[in-house]
């Protein structure tokens, strides 16, 4: 049990164009998503908290209109990358709580996104 | 607020040695502590967590005991073989931050035959 499946695993974009990442609880309810961003040969940082049906709590530095967060299901949440510049590439992580079931939280495979 | 230290890397064993990843934390109140490994061009992998001191967490011969006088959770594994080459972050979650795991910089091994 206790699967989170990441979507597209990579992705190759146009500056300037838009990326959606989805972030699916595949056998149980996330009441809470995590997503972070990791630079190369950097840690984990994370970029923002969301609660189902609420809105993404932003870590300080980090731009709510140009990364988007959407949790509006207790299965997915999605994150989109806005206008996305060669300086937003980078691998995006997100896992995924189930308040009920305690404190750990299941991460996805992870998208590595490319922006040319 | 929390945090994680962890030994800088890279490091470099040869196979059958001893391995000892070192990794401390600040943090207020009782945080959960995990090792978690990431191979080459792959997500994380959660390698063996505790949630209370004194917790010892194993797996795949890695242990660490989470230690409260010295709030360490020291990764090791007494023979390390050469699919032990990754890299492994130490991390931290608490209630106060809404469980978010707070990681440290990580430490690339390399494991040679």
């Known amino acids: 049990g206790a699967v989170v499946s990441q979507h597209p695993s990579w992705v190759i974009c146009k500056s300037g164009t838009s990326v959606k990442i989805e972030c699916r609880s595949l056998d149980f309810q996330a009441t809470t998503m995590f997503w972070y961003r990791q630079f190369p040969k950097q840690s984990l940082m994370l970029m923002a908290t969301?609660?189902?049906?609420?809105?993404?709590?932003?870590e300080q530095g980090v731009e709510k209109d140009k990364f988007l967060i959407n949790h509006a299901s207790l299965t997915l949440s999605t994150l989109t990358v806005t206008s996305a510049h060669p300086e937003d590439s980078s691998f995006y992580i997100c896992?995924?709580?189930?308040?009920?079931?305690?404190?750990?939280?299941?991460f996805g495979q992870g998208t590595r996104l490319t922006v040319v | 607020g929390d945090s994680v230290t962890q030994m800088e890397g890279p490091v470099t064993l040869s196979e059958e040695a001893f391995l000892t990843i070192n990794c401390t934390y600040t943090?207020?109140?009782?945080?959960?502590l995990f090792w978690y490994v990431q191979y080459p061009g792959e997500g994380l992998q959660l390698l063996l967590k505790a949630t209370k001191a004194d917790d010892k967490g194993s797996n795949k011969g890695f242990e660490a005991t989470y230690r409260k006088e010295t709030t360490s959770f020291h990764l090791e594994k007494g023979s390390v073989q050469v699919s032990d080459s990754a890299v492994y972050f130490c991390a931290l979650s608490a209630r106060a931050s809404g469980y978010a795991l707070n990681f440290g910089k990580g430490t690339s091994l390399l494991v040679t035959p």
């Open positions: 896992s995924a709580r189930d308040s009920h079931r305690g404190s750990e939280a299941f």
């Open positions: 943090a207020t109140g009782y945080p959960s």
């Open positions: 969301s609660n189902e049906g609420s809105k993404a709590t932003y």
